[in-house]
């Protein structure tokens, strides 16, 4: 049988679970208002984009780059210490943040200017925008091929420190001053 802990404990239990539905319901509604009006940004903003001079594919290779460099910013500030302050962690999360935004907004922007799937074409929001397909490729390509090369270096990079801490702890161990037992007792 549960225990009664006094009168109000129902009523404050039912209006709390009122609470979180309506605010589950708002974050929803605000999540939805938002998607619409990124949507209609894009569906403006896109036809004076891909008239730019280079055209859709400039377009798609400059916000490939957006994507990578905002991608190596967050990877960057992400992987800080974590012996910090809080303040300085607060600020590098938010920092982080910011730019995994920023790699994500150039894609979505580009794939909210391809018409949708279920929207008909005598609209004037879902009429196809020319240029967007060549960008979206350019896109794909640059952010694909650039961040592939950029991986690969980054791990050469790191196997190389690797090697030369190795060849460092070799010959710190031959002349007894190294992490080995062996090493240390001689």
Known sequence: MPHETGNGSRARQGLAIAGFVLGLLAVAAAI???????????????PELLDRPGGPWAVGCALGLVTLGGAFGGSWLGDGPSGRPRLRRMARGTGAAVCWVAAAAPGMYLLGAL???????????????????????????????????????????????????????????KKGKGKSRAGRQR
């Open 32 to 46: 939805l208002l938002a998607l619409g009006t990124w949507r209609g940004f894009v569906r403006e903003t896109a």
């Open 115 to 173: 018409p949708g799937r279920n929207c008909p074409s005598y609209k004037t929001s879902c009429q196809y925008i020319p240029g967007t397909g060549g960008a979206l490729l350019a896109y794909l390509l640059t952010a694909t091929l650039l961040g592939w090369l950029c991986f690969r270096l980054r791990g050469v990079r790191a196997e190389a420190r690797g090697a030369r801490e190795r060849e460092r702890l070799r010959r710190l161990r």
